[in-house]
């Protein structure tokens, strides 16, 4: 494993492409803000970074596609890389279901690059999203543009 260094964007290039050190269901883009040593070997970081929640794990057409909410906290990892505690809290209640209906919504109105929309309420929009397969092979929900619509 690749040593990381002590400063954020250090850490942030390490946690970039080491995808999976901090949980299988946490993924960037990673943002550390802050850097501090706590022993000879080990620092602790402030970290934003994504948790990946299923869009809706009910349909069986989007179970499988994964739309990313933010978290943030803080890591400790070892100058080898090895993670040595973390404390990033899982998405609550409200923003797991906030996000949800957001990806829906993008999935059933044709906002998604290559999907077909399930409902139509007039011209179709030009993609704003797209699915784009992740660590794991997970189909992740990630922005490509903005409407003006």
Not at 2 to 16: C, D, N, W
Not at 116 to 126: C, F, M, V
Request: charged content about 25%; proline content about 8%.
């Amino acid at each position: 494993m690749k040593r990381i260094g002590t400063t954020p964007e250090s850490v942030q290039e390490f946690l970039a492409a080491q995808e999976g050190v901090l949980g299988q269901d946490v993924v960037g883009p990673f943002r550390v803000s802050a850097v501090s040593r706590i022993g000879g070997d080990v620092v602790r970081c402030e970290v934003a970074a994504h948790h990946l929640i299923p869009a809706d794990p009910h349909d069986p057409a989007s179970r499988d596609i994964y739309v990313p909410v933010p978290v943030s906290g803080w890591v400790e990892l070892r100058l080898d890389g090895t993670l040595v505690a973390k404390s990033l809290g899982a998405p609550g209640h409200a923003e797991t279901h906030e996000a949800r209906v957001f990806a829906q919504d993008l999935l059933k109105g044709g906002s998604v690059e290559g999907l077909p929309a399930t409902r139509s309420l007039g011209p179709r929009p030009r993609p704003t999203h797209t699915l784009r397969t992740e660590a794991g092979g997970r189909r992740v929900i990630r922005r490509i543009g903005f409407s003006l619509t």
